[in-house]
T-cell receptor, first 112, second 111 residues
Framework: NAGVTQTPKFQVLKTGQSMTLQCAQD?????MSWYRQDPGMGLRLIHY???????DQGEVPNGYNVSRSTTEDFPLRLLSAAPSQTSVYFC???????????FGEGSWLTVV | EDKVVQSPLSLVVHEGDTVTLNCSYE??????LLWYKQEKKAPTFLFML????IEKKSGRLSSILDKKELFSILNITATQTGDSAIYLC???????????FGKGTLLTVNP
């Protein structure tokens, strides 16, 4: 049972580069979300999805895109990386938004 | 805008002490409140609270929700060094029932 799988675990990008953080879950969860965690800021919601084909913005969506073409996958795209996007990114999923949230192991991203 | 405020932001105690962590919230369409413990990697689930006044308990940890006063507390009795972590409070609510996290409380338990 893989749970929530995030890749890559570590990435260094140059300013202006684009990349995609992958997130997949095998629990048939409808609700998926992306958070970033910065020191002293807690977990901040970037984008979330309540089902395939449906996405919405969270608290800090600027500079990020998402899509949800399947129930299993919820990739997060950085369009043009900036040093302010240096952070730890967590993908999460749950059966629905009110149930236990399962987190991926995190992706450590550094933008230089 | 939905808000979740945790206090204190950091706390240093000695082994054996009892601690109380606070979480207050302002969200529309409240559905549930969750507590997580985060050590070095991803947060791990502790409790989910949906009803006022019903204490959830797991070993030395317990939590209760007050939906009238819009807050929850997490108690840890007889703290151990392994309790050192960031404790996160999150509330499900708002439009589309999204999850909003507080900034967390960094607990350090010294031997």
């Amino acid at each position: 049972n893989a749970g929530v799988t995030q890749t890559p675990k570590f990435q260094v990008l140059k300013t202006g580069q684009s990349m995609t953080l992958q997130c997949a879950q095998d629990m048939n969860h409808e609700y998926m979300s992306w958070y970033r965690q910065d020191p002293g800021m807690g977990l901040r919601l970037i984008h979330y999805s309540v089902g395939a084909g449906i996405t919405d913005q969270g608290e800090v969506p600027n500079g990020y895109n998402v899509s949800r073409s399947t129930t299993e996958d919820f990739p997060l795209r950085l369009l043009s990386a900036a040093p302010s996007q240096t952070s730890v990114y967590f993908c999460a999923s749950s059966y629905d938004s009110g149930n236990t949230i399962y987190f991926g192991e995190g992706s450590w991203l550094t933008v230089v | 805008e939905d808000k979740v405020v945790q206090s204190p932001l950091s706390l240093v105690v000695h082994e054996g002490d009892t601690v109380t962590l606070n979480c207050s919230y302002e969200v529309t369409n409240f559905r549930s409140l969750l507590w997580y413990k985060q050590e070095k990697k991803a947060p791990t689930f502790l409790f989910m609270l949906t009803s006022s006044g019903i204490e959830k308990k797991s070993g030395r940890l317990s939590s209760i929700l007050d939906k009238k006063e819009l807050f929850s507390i997490l108690n840890i009795t007889a703290t151990q060094t392994g309790d050192s972590a960031i404790y996160l409070c999150a509330v499900v609510g708002g439009s589309n029932y999204k999850l909003t996290f507080g900034k967390g409380t960094l607990l350090t338990v010294n031997p």
